[in-house]
């Protein structure tokens, strides 16, 4: 089992800029790729970005590329989602995902393990 717990979720202003970030435990972090989801009210959840266990690659949804930053510290077990000039339409709760085979996530947009997710509200 994997145990993932997102923070740094909060409300910002349209323009601003938030970290998120998503300890785990429980398996070795380093052997999975971990991603990032998003789910607004009223939609589905859709993916944001993902990084391979050695953060050789990385993903993003089209949306949010040039914006958001994704990055990793195997040592410290935690991943990153860095969040720049965010805007309206990135409010939505955001779910930190691990898996062994990063395309689960990047063609299923599923994972085998889920955080319970943190708010981020964008304000205009």
């Known amino acids: 089992q994997v145990q993932l717990v997102e923070s740094g979720g909060g409300l910002v202003q349209a323009g601003g800029s938030l970290r998120l970030s998503c300890a785990a435990s429980?398996?070795?972090?380093?052997?999975?790729?971990m991603g990032w989801f998003r789910q607004a009210p009223g939609k589905e959840r859709e993916f944001v970005s993902a990084?391979?266990?050695?953060?050789?690659?990385?993903y993003y949804r089209d949306s949010v590329k040039g914006r958001f930053t994704i990055s990793r510290d195997n040592a410290e077990n935690t991943v990153y989602l860095q969040m720049d000039s965010l805007k309206p339409e990135d409010t939505a709760v955001y779910y930190c995902?691990?898996?062994?085979?990063?395309?689960?996530?990047?063609?299923?947009?599923?994972?085998?393990?889920w955080g319970q997710g943190t708010q981020v509200t964008v304000s205009s």
């Open positions: 995902a691990g898996d062994r085979d990063i395309a689960t996530m990047l063609l299923y947009s599923s994972s085998n393990y």
């Open positions: 429980g398996r070795p972090f380093g052997s999975y790729a």
């Open positions: 990084i391979s266990w050695d953060s050789g690659k990385t």
